[in-house]
């Protein structure tokens, strides 16, 4: 193990992450896959990222419910930060913060929670580009053996290849002209795919309302900025790499779709397309479903008198 801080806080995940590609890379070979560098040690990373994804599920749907909550509060959340506009004394401060609060308690989010999955995945992310990136020292014995992947292990991951790019070759310090052209496209995909996962949370499962203030534009900004670090720092990642957050996306978005179509928020788009599916289901059995009636609005600054009990009508 080299360094320390960062780079000591992220040994004991580089060792979990290449136990599970080497345990993964076992089952690959049992099936009749070749032991050697292949496709297994591909697939490997493939299996690491279902891992990971299986162990995080019960933080997406916390990640989904923290999203939601944060944009059905925002017609709230505007109404309150309307109310102390321009005000800057200590007691509207806060009193401000106080009612923020309470609204962030009343919907059960954060403006963390939200980002809490992919927070937690950023270790493994960096602790797997660690491993690939330590093959050709470990290959070599200039490096310290990473768990199972020893001196031998390491030589045949670094050899392996996905349609001519090896898993350890980087954009920038490869001359190989085929390995570009696949490193590239594995760039436009990691990115394209980050696009859509953010897309289909924010675009198709929020009500109007939600999509409308400071902090749905500041989340829509993000939809394009994010792709775009990814599209230029991309270049500097290995292959393997590439592969484990293509597949993350495309799981996410997987995971994001079976969760939207069964459980969207309510007043969103995908709630509209739920219900009319269900109206026709049942309209397909002979079943009428009447939607509710809206209870109607009492007017502002009008209190109901209390009646008296007991009293009677006068003949």
């Known amino acids: 193990m080299d360094g320390g801080g960062f780079f000591a806080f992220l040994y004991p995940i580089e060792w979990v992450v290449a136990w599970i590609m080497y345990g993964s890379h076992t089952f690959f070979t049992t099936l009749g896959l070749a032991s050697g560098p292949g496709i297994a040690w591909v697939l490997s990373i493939v299996a690491l990222v279902i891992v990971i994804r299986i162990v995080l599920i019960p933080l997406f749907f ?68 660690r491993v690939l990136n330590g093959l050709e020292p470990i290959a ?9 992947i020893d001196q031998a292990v390491a030589s045949d991951i670094e050899s392996s290849t996905l349609f001519g790019a ?19 496209f594995l760039i436009i995909a990691m990115s394209a795919t980050t696009f859509f996962t953010q897309r289909q949370l924010t675009m198709k499962n929020m009500p109007k309302a939600a999509l409308e203030g400071p902090m749905a534009n500041t989340q829509k900004m993000m939809l394009y900025i994010l792709p775009l670090i990814f599209l230029i720092s991309g ?62 609005e ?15 009508k006068r003949k």
Request: glycine share 6%; with cysteine.
């Open 62 to 129: 916390k990640q989904i419910k923290a999203s939601r909550g944060m944009q059905l509060m925002q017609p709230e959340l505007q109404a309150v930060q309307k109310k102390y506009k321009g005000k800057t004394d200590p007691a509207s401060r806060e009193a401000m913060t106080r009612e923020t609060m309470e609204l962030y308690k009343k919907h059960g989010t954060n403006p963390f929670a939200s980002c809490l999955p992919i927070l937690l995945q950023s270790p493994i992310f960096f602790a797997l580009f």
């Open 140 to 148: 070599v014995g200039d490096r310290d053996p990473i768990g199972p």
């Open 166 to 184: 090896q898993l350890s070759d980087i954009f920038m310090r490869t001359d190989d002209w085929l390995a570009r052209g696949v490193i590239l």
């Open 235 to 296: 270049v500097n990642f290995p292959v393997g790499v590439l592969i484990y957050w293509t597949v993350t996306n495309i799981w996410s978005m997987g995971q994001q779709f079976y969760t939207i179509k069964r459980m969207p928020a309510p007043g969103s788009e995908a709630e509209r397309i739920l219900k009319e599916k269900q109206a026709a289901k049942a309209a397909a059995k002979g079943i009428v479903v009447e939607e509710p009636a809206p209870e109607p």
């Open 298 to 312: 009492k007017p502002r600054g009008q209190r109901e008198q209390p009646k008296r009990k007991g009293r009677q």
